[in-house]
C-alpha cells in the first residue's frame, strides 16, 4: 500500500488525504472542502497527525472558491490551530501575489515596473485566510504555476496548471463562482444518449477562478495519478503536449481525479484521449446544476481505450443516469469510496 487516497466527504467540493512512503507516514492535503462532514472528518485526520506526531508535508489549496477552501478557513481559525504541523502550503492568493507577478514580468522582459490600478474585488474567505497565515507568521510557497517541479518527501510533483498568464488575469480580475443548492434537479443531461453527448461540441465556460486552479501530476515510485482541481480542459492539454504527450504518446496515470466535479465544462474528449487512465475519481454529491454531468462521463467513457472505472466519494445511483444498455456496452463501473479510500498499488498495471 504505497500511495492511499481518500476523498472525504465534501458535498459538491475537494477534500483530498494522498497516504504515501514506505511506512505510510507522509501526507499531503488536497483542499479544505465544505460542509460540516467534511469538517468534522478533516479534524479527526489533523488530530491523529498530532497523536502520532507526524506532519502534513504539503498543503495544497488548489483555488480560493468556497468549496475548496472553506474547510481550511475554519481548522485555521481555530484558536489554538498548530501550524508548525504544516511543513510546505501552496496558495496562490494574496497581497505577495501581485508582486512576485510583477517581479516576474520584470525578470522575462526587463521593463519598468508600472503600477497596476485595477480594482480587485476580492473574495472575503481568500482575504481572510491570507489574514489568518500573516497573524501566525506562515510562509506559503509563493506563485506556483505550470511547469514547476517539487521533490516532497520522495515525491515529485509536475504542475500543469496555472499559466502564468491566467494568474495575471485572475489577480487583475478576481470572480467566484458559487453554489449553494445540492439538490438535483432539470438542468441535468441524464436523459440524453451517451453517445450523442459524446458528440456534442466541447465549449469550454468556466470562471477566472477556476482557471486559476492548481492541476497537478503526483509520483511515487512506479505509481502516477492525476490531480486537476477545477482546471481548464485547454490549459491541461496545452502543458501536457509542451511535456510532449499527445493522444500517439498518452500520459499513462493509475488513477485521475476529474476536475471540477465533472463539469461538462471541463472535460474535452481531446483531453481524455491524451491519457491512457482506467480509474477516474468523482468528487461531489449531487448537485442542482446537475454535476456529475452525463456529458462529462461520456466524454470520458467514449474516448478510453479500455472500460472505466469511477470512484465515488459519494452513493449515486448511476442507473438513473445510464441505461442498462449502455453500461452493458461499454462496461463502465461506479465504485463508492469507503473510508479506507483508494490503495494505487491495486490499480497499478
Not at 18 to 46: A, H, M, N, P, W
Not at 57 to 77: E, P, V
Request: proline share 1%; glycine share 4%; aromatic share 10%.
Amino acid at each position: 500500500m504505497s500511495v492511499n487516497i481518500k476523498v472525504l466527504k465534501a458535498l459538491y467540493g475537494d477534500c483530498i488525504i494522498l497516504t504515501y512512503g514506505l511506512e505510510q507516514d507522509k501526507y499531503i492535503l488536497i483542499d479544505g472542502g465544505i460542509g460540516k462532514q467534511c469538517y468534522r472528518s478533516l479534524k479527526v485526520f489533523i488530530d491523529s497527525l498530532k497523536e502520532n506526531n507526524s506532519n502534513l508535508s504539503l498543503l495544497i489549496l488548489t483555488h480560493i472558491d468556497s468549496d475548496h477552501i472553506d474547510g481550511i478557513l475554519k481548522l485555521f481559525s481555530e484558536e489554538n490551530f498548530d501550524f508548525s504541523k504544516i511543513n510546505k502550503m501552496w496558495f496562490n492568493y494574496g497581497d505577495f501575489l501581485d508582486k512576485e507577478l510583477e517581479a516576474i514580468r520584470y525578470k522575462e522582459k526587463n521593463d519598468i515596473l508600472l503600477h497596476d490600478e485595477t480594482t480587485k474585488i476580492s473574495w472575503r474567505q481568500g482575504t481572510s485566510l491570507e489574514k489568518i497565515l500573516k497573524h501566525a507568521g506562515f510562509q506559503y510557497e509563493k506563485v506556483v504555476k505550470v511547469y514547476d517541479e517539487f521533490d516532497i518527501d520522495d515525491a515529485h510533483i509536475t504542475l500543469l496548471s496555472p499559466s502564468l498568464e491566467i494568474l495575471r488575469e485572475f489577480n487583475e480580475h478576481w470572480m467566484i463562482e458559487e453554489e449553494r443548492e445540492t439538490k438535483i434537479s432539470t438542468v441535468s443531461d441524464y436523459e440524453i444518449p451517451i453517445e450523442e453527448l459524446n458528440n456534442l461540441e466541447f465549449h469550454e465556460n468556466i470562471s477566472l477562478a477556476n482557471k486559476s486552479s492548481l492541476a497537478f501530476i503526483f509520483e511515487y515510485q512506479q505509481i502516477k495519478a492525476l490531480f486537476l482541481g477545477d482546471a481548464s480542459a485547454t490549459e491541461i492539454e496545452k502543458s501536457l503536449s509542451e511535456l510532449g504527450y499527445s493522444e500517439t504518446n498518452p500520459l499513462v496515470v493509475d488513477i485521475c481525479k476529474i476536475s471540477h466535479h465533472a463539469s461538462k465544462h471541463n472535460t474535452s474528449n481531446s483531453l481524455i484521449r491524451m491519457l491512457k487512465c482506467k480509474n477516474y475519481i468523482i468528487s461531489t454529491n449531487l448537485t442542482a446544476s446537475g454535476r456529475p454531468s452525463k456529458e462529462c462521463l461520456s466524454r470520458i467513457i467514449c474516448n478510453s481505450k479500455e472500460p472505466v472505472d469511477f470512484y465515488c466519494n459519494y452513493e449515486i445511483d448511476f442507473n438513473k443516469i445510464f441505461t442498462k444498455q449502455e453500461s452493458e456496452k461499454y462496461g463502465m463501473k461506479f465504485i463508492t469510496i469507503d473510508e479506507n479510500g483508494i490503495n494505487l498499488e491495486d490499480l497499478h498495471r
